[in-house]
């Protein structure tokens, strides 16, 4: 695609549920970040991949965070057990090894 | 390791004013580096980058920053400052001729415009 898609863009989900965030990059980048944002907040690194490297999961606040990038490819965040901390904008990125272009954001409202 | 440091979380000019926001950087190699902005309620998008030889950057909607070696620092200008310049502005760095090098963000600075 032209750019970085990132879908849902709004979820509202209830405490306790597992959520799934996806992000589509631009087709042949081999870095792919997440990001949190919380409101009025600056960025969050949550985790990092690069071509076929074990990914940077360094920002991962707690054991509840996971995310799998599929074939260098589409990734997907996957929060368990929903908080309500966890309401934010997710974002997502893309890069081939410059500058990084950013999706339009998850944002995630936990309930 | 890479980090940049952005001066002031917070920085507020009347419209019209010069706009300065401060960035500094550290790396052990030659560094890639960038300004983005973000709008209110929207995404990240990039505003200028240095990769190479111009040390002087020119940007979208008037902006620019300098390169400074010497001050390991990329500040980011704007001779006069336009009320549609509220947003948050983000500095990053990356390490120049590796593909596998992370980006690194900074924390944002909030600049507000004042009529």
């Known amino acids: 695609g032209a750019g970085v898609s990132q879908s849902p863009s709004n979820k509202v989900t209830e405490k306790g549920k597992d959520v799934e965030l996806r992000c589509d990059p631009i087709s042949g980048h081999t870095a792919l970040y997440w990001y949190r944002q919380s409101l009025g907040q600056g960025l969050e690194f949550l985790i990092y991949f690069q071509g076929n490297s074990a990914p940077d999961k360094s920002g991962l606040p707690s054991d509840r965070f996971s995310a799998e990038r599929t074939g260098g490819s589409v990734s997907t965040l996957t929060i368990q057990r929903t908080q309500q901390e966890d309401s934010a904008v997710y974002l997502c990125?893309?890069?081939?090894?410059?500058?990084?272009?950013f999706g339009q954001g998850t944002r995630l409202t936990v309930v | 390791a890479q980090s940049v440091t952005q001066l002031g979380s917070h920085v507020s000019v009347s419209e019209g004013a010069l706009v300065l926001l401060r960035c500094n950087y550290s790396?052990?190699?030659?560094?890639?580096l960038f300004w983005y902005v973000q709008y209110p309620n929207q995404g990240l998008q990039l505003l200028l980058k240095y990769t190479s030889a111009a040390t002087l950057v020119k940007g979208i909607n008037g902006f620019e920053a300098e390169f400074k070696k010497s001050e390991t620092s990329f500040h980011l200008t704007k001779p006069s400052a336009h009320m549609s310049d509220a947003a948050e502005y983000f500095c990053?760095?990356?390490?120049?001729?590796?593909?596998?090098?992370?980006?690194?963000f900074g924390s944002g600075t909030r600049l507000s415009i004042r009529p």
């Open positions: 990053a760095v990356s390490e120049k001729g590796s593909s596998a090098s992370k980006i690194i």
């Open positions: 790396s052990s190699v030659p560094p890639y």
């Open positions: 990125a893309s890069s081939s090894g410059r500058e990084a272009f």
